[in-house]
Each structure stands twice: as structure tokens, then as C-alpha cells.
């Protein structure tokens, strides 16, 4: 019973990762038919904002030593803020692109932050504690369960119900909806390209400073590539979920960190080096079956 | 007073020209058809009118700006509302959401919500069909209740003009009766210009008013519904027996 729990308590903290990933790539995706690359490398930025540029193992703590209620909303500022600008700076000016060239701006967007960050910080992983007090376990039914997936569970269920009450009950969700699904016909209504694209990104922005949070205290290092890996597992959660459909991408999210975790548990230990692949084999198997994603999202209309 | 000019108004995709040179200016209040065959340029003039596509050359100014080029939401902000060719509802959204998106640019008026409220039941007033629908998804109804729906979202914005693309493309004629029965009495109750294009000019013959032919991407005629419904010439250059 215990580790059978254990087991729940891992796929359900995981999906949690992967899920709040695919939100924020399928929210863009959705307005702009962008698949942003970049996004990965914002969750790694948001992790490094907390500390001093510097090349040694050991990182010096800046932002990082902010009491919680501070060091949370300042953290989803610089995600909110790192995303609002790569599209003005980037994006915007690919507006009108096709979706593959825009996807092509996004990756070398995504390799100007990680050897921006390279650069500050070298490429060694740096250990850190951020909120050292989530790191005890708890007893949870028999179970000894990290208090931190807990909470990585409890944070992402509160943002997927606060995300849905803001897309569902204010102007401004209806404003993205209406957008995603046909924003040619958005617009001609009155709503604001600029303003709907930088909400998107602002949202998708703060949920990788999340991700960059959960990361953080649960690894207790900053490495450059700590984004890249979930963005990669996030991405293929949009996929799977229905490009630019939200609730697919939360589900699919959960599920392939459920695979994944019962991949860990059940498979024999000699192959649990290679638990990705038959992961990758899963996605495989599933897209022969349904191409289309499992919600496969409304309004694939142009965007101008 | 003249509402919407275009003058000399160019549309190109590529190398391909849709529209050549089209000028004529419509009178507030006024009701214009826009007729012609398939291709001749009807849908991307109210394109350009509404700011989808970048006019290739003229001006169009609608209530004394300068609108050319400008983008949509901006257009659609001065009072220039669109229902566009097949509809384009928002199907994943409820009818009710499908109303309200349009409201949003009046949000920093006062009162925007009360306006909203009381403009929301204007229109359920004027289409009770939505009423009785309302939290039903839009992608679930008909073609002649979405067309309802669209131009009840296009009066949610408070436009002086709606242009309207085929809105009797794939509905059944009584249904499309009951669609202008209720366009000709909006216009009426809030003094709208009406620009409507359609492929055939029998519709424009039944309700009158002003239409024009287009053909090639130019306006070939223009003048009463109804005269011109019944000329000779009409026949001609729709169908194009006077080219050879």
C-alpha cells in the first residue's frame, strides 16, 4: 500500500512538471501556432536569476535567499518578463511567418539564453537550496512522501483551476479563446493581436518560472540544461493532447509522467537505463492511433 | 455625409490582382449590394474594407479616418463590423461568449457592463433562437442560427457599419428570408449602413436599394437594385457577353 502510493505520489508530481510545461507551450501555441523552443531555456533562465553570476561549483545565493512570498512572485516576474520579451524583441517580428520558421526563431532563441547563461555561469551544475524546508518528508497514509510533491501536486491543480477560472470568467480569457480558436476573426471583433500574444506569453512565461521553482528545490542544482529536458517531455505532452488544446496538453502531461513512472517501477532494472525510450515508444504508438492528438484542439484557421 | 470612400482601392495576392482600382463612397444609412460571379473580387474588397488584407494601392476612409492599411481591431474600434464568408463563429465558445467577445473594446467606457447586459438583450430580443441556446456550444448549431449568431456578434460591437459576406451561402431560401427579415428591420431600428454582398442579384432585387455589379475586380455598374436587376445590361455583364 505504502509504495504503491509512493508510485502515485511520483507519477502525479512528475506529470505535475510536464503538464504545467505543455500548458505553456500549448498557450502560445494556440494564439500564435507557435511551438516555442524557447521555453526551456526561460525555465533554466528563472532558476539562474536566483543567483550571482559566477563559474564556481558552489552557487552564491541573491534572489534566492527572498523569504518565500517574496522569492515566488519575484521569480514569476522574471518568467512573465523574459517571455513578454522574446516576443517583443523576437517573435513579433515573425508574426506573419510560417509556423516552421517561426519554430526555427524560437530554437535560436532558445540557444542565445543558454549561452547567454554559459556565459555568466559556466557550464557546471551548481548546487543550491531554495526553500530547504520542502525537502523533509511527510507521512501520507504509511507513505513517506517528499513534502515537496505535495506541494508540486497541490500548485499545480490550484494554477490548472486558476488558469481555467481566468480563461472561463474574465473578458480577457474570453479575448484568448476567441483568439486561439479564429484570430483573424478575434481581431475583426476589436480584440487586440498585441495585447492577447503578450498575455499569452506572460502566462506561459510565469508557468516556467513555476516549473524553474519546482525544479529548483527538488533537484538542489542549477544546470543549464534543466530546462530542456521537460520542455522536451512537455512539448511532446502538447502533441499528444491536441496541439494548442488545453486541457489535452494538462492530460497528456499526467499521463506520460504516469508512463514514465510505471515504466521505472515495473520494468526490469537492466532497462530501466533506457525507461525514455520505451516512454518515446509509448508517444509512438499512440500518435499511429491518433494523429490528431487525444483533444484535438478547434480553429486550425490562419492567424492573419 | 459619406461614411466609407474607397478610392482607386487595389488588392494583389502575389501576382495575382483581385481588385482593380475600386472607388465609390456609401452614404450613411445607405444599404449597397455587392454582386457578381465567383472571382470577381467581392470578398477580398471587404477584406481590404475591414483590414484583412493590406490594400495594394487607393485610400479607404470610413467616418473621417483614414483607414487604409490599418489593422482590424482598430477598424473594427471605429465602427466598421464584418461578418465574414462562412460565417467564422467561434465554436468551441457558447453562444454567449460568442456575443460578449465583441464587447471587449468598449471596456474602458463607463458603464460597459450594464451596456453589454442591455445590448445582449437587444439582440436575444431580436434573435430568440440564441436566447433559448445560449450556453450551447456555437460549433453545435445550424448554418441559419450561426448566421443569426454572427451578426448578432457583429451589433454587440456597436457598429454604424456591418458589411456582410454571402449571408445566404448554404442556407435554405426560407431560411435566408428569415436572416434578411431581420437585417432589413435592424437597419431600420439603428439606422445601419448595410454592405452585403452576395453572388446573385435576386436578393438585392427583393429587398432594394443601392447595388453594384463587380466583375474582374472592377465595378462594372451601379445604381438601384431594382432597375438595374431588370436591365439588359445587368445580364450582360454579369455573365460577360459583351468581352468578345
Known amino acids: 500500500m505504502g509504495s504503491l502510493l509512493q508510485v502515485v505520489f511520483d507519477a502525479l508530481s512528475l506529470g505535475s512538471l510536464y503538464a504545467l510545461g505543455a500548458l505553456g507551450i500549448a498557450l502560445i501555441f494556440g494564439v500564435m501556432r507557435l511551438v516555442n523552443f524557447a521555453h526551456g531555456d526561460v525555465i533554466a533562465f528563472c532558476v539562474f536569476a536566483l543567483l550571482w553570476p559566477s563559474v564556481d561549483a558552489v552557487a552564491i545565493i541573491f534572489a534566492g535567499n527572498l523569504p518565500w512570498f517574496l522569492l515566488i512572485p519575484f521569480v514569476l516576474a522574471i518568467g512573465a518578463g523574459l517571455s513578454v520579451l522574446s516576443e517583443l524583441l523576437v517573435f513579433r517580428r515573425f508574426r506573419r511567418a510560417n509556423p516552421a520558421t517561426m519554430m526555427i526563431a524560437s530554437f535560436a532563441l532558445g540557444f542565445v539564453i543558454r549561452y547567454f547563461l554559459l556565459m555568466l555561469f559556466s557550464s557546471r551544475p551548481k548546487s543550491i537550496s531554495l526553500l530547504p524546508e520542502l525537502s523533509q518528508p511527510i507521512e501520507v497514509l504509511g507513505a513517506r512522501i517528499p513534502l515537496l510533491q505535495l506541494i508540486t501536486i497541490l500548485v499545480t491543480i490550484a494554477v490548472l483551476f486558476g488558469l481555467t477560472a481566468f480563461l472561463r470568467r474574465t473578458r480577457f480569457g474570453l479575448e484568448m479563446r476567441a483568439a486561439a480558436e479564429n484570430f483573424t476573426m478575434a481581431r475583426m471583433l476589436g480584440v487586440r493581436a498585441n495585447r492577447v500574444i503578450m498575455g499569452a506569453f506572460a502566462l506561459s512565461g510565469a508557468l516556467a518560472a513555476a516549473i524553474a521553482l519546482i525544479l529548483g528545490s527538488q533537484t538542489g542544482t542549477a544546470n543549464i540544461m534543466m530546462g530542456a529536458n521537460v520542455m522536451l517531455m512537455a512539448f511532446i505532452a502538447t502533441v499528444i493532447g491536441g496541439m494548442g ?9 499526467f499521463l506520460i509522467g504516469a508512463v514514465a513512472t510505471v515504466m521505472q517501477v515495473i ?3 537492466d532497462a530501466r537505463a533506457f525507461r525514455d525510450a520505451f516512454v518515446y515508444a509509448a508517444v509512438i504508438l499512440v500518435l499511429i492511433f491518433r494523429p490528431q492528438g487525444i483533444l484535438a484542439a478547434r480553429g486550425t484557421k490562419e492567424r492573419v | 455625409m459619406s461614411l466609407l470612400t474607397l478610392s482607386n482601392v487595389q488588392v494583389r495576392y502575389g501576382r495575382l490582382t483581385a481588385v482593380r482600382g475600386v472607388s465609390f463612397s456609401l452614404t450613411e444609412g445607405e444599404i449597397l449590394f455587392i454582386t457578381g460571379p465567383n472571382g470577381a473580387g467581392k470578398s477580398s474588397l471587404l477584406r481590404a474594407i475591414a483590414g484583412v488584407v493590406a490594400p495594394a494601392g487607393g485610400r479607404i476612409d470610413f467616418a473621417d479616418h483614414d483607414i487604409t492599411g490599418q ?8 465602427g466598421l463590423s464584418m461578418v465574414p464568408e462562412g460565417r467564422e463563429v467561434f465554436g468551441s465558445l457558447t453562444i454567449e461568449e460568442n456575443l460578449m467577445v465583441g464587447t471587449g473594446m468598449h471596456a474602458r467606457e463607463r458603464n460597459w457592463r450594464v451596456r453589454a447586459a442591455s445590448e445582449l438583450e437587444a439582440v436575444y430580443a431580436t434573435f430568440p433562437i440564441l436566447k433559448d441556446r445560449r450556453h450551447a456550444q456555437a460549433g453545435l448549431l445550424s448554418g441559419g442560427q450561426q448566421q443569426m449568431l454572427v451578426i448578432g456578434r457583429a451589433l454587440m460591437t456597436h457598429p454604424r457599419l456591418v458589411a456582410i459576406d454571402e449571408p445566404s451561402l448554404g442556407l435554405a431560401p426560407n431560411i435566408t428570408d428569415q436572416v434578411y427579415e431581420r437585417l432589413i428591420a435592424l437597419r431600420a431600428e439603428r439606422k445601419l449602413t448595410l454592405l452585403i454582398v452576395e453572388q ?7 429587398v432594394g436599394g443601392r447595388m453594384m455589379l463587380m466583375r474582374g475586380g472592377e465595378i ?24 468578345h
Request: hydrophobic letters at 45%.
Open chain 1, 245 to 253: 488544446s488545453l486541457p489535452g496538453a494538462v492530460l497528456a502531461g
Open chain 1, 267 to 269: 520494468l526490469p532494472p
Open chain 2, 71 to 78: 489593422a482590424p481591431e482598430d477598424i473594427a474600434r471605429l
Open chain 2, 200 to 206: 446573385s442579384s435576386t436578393r438585392a432585387m427583393m
Open chain 2, 220 to 243: 462594372l455598374l451601379d445604381g438601384d437594385a431594382r432597375a438595374l436587376g431588370q436591365s439588359e445590361a445587368m445580364q450582360a455583364a454579369y455573365f460577360g457577353y459583351g468581352d
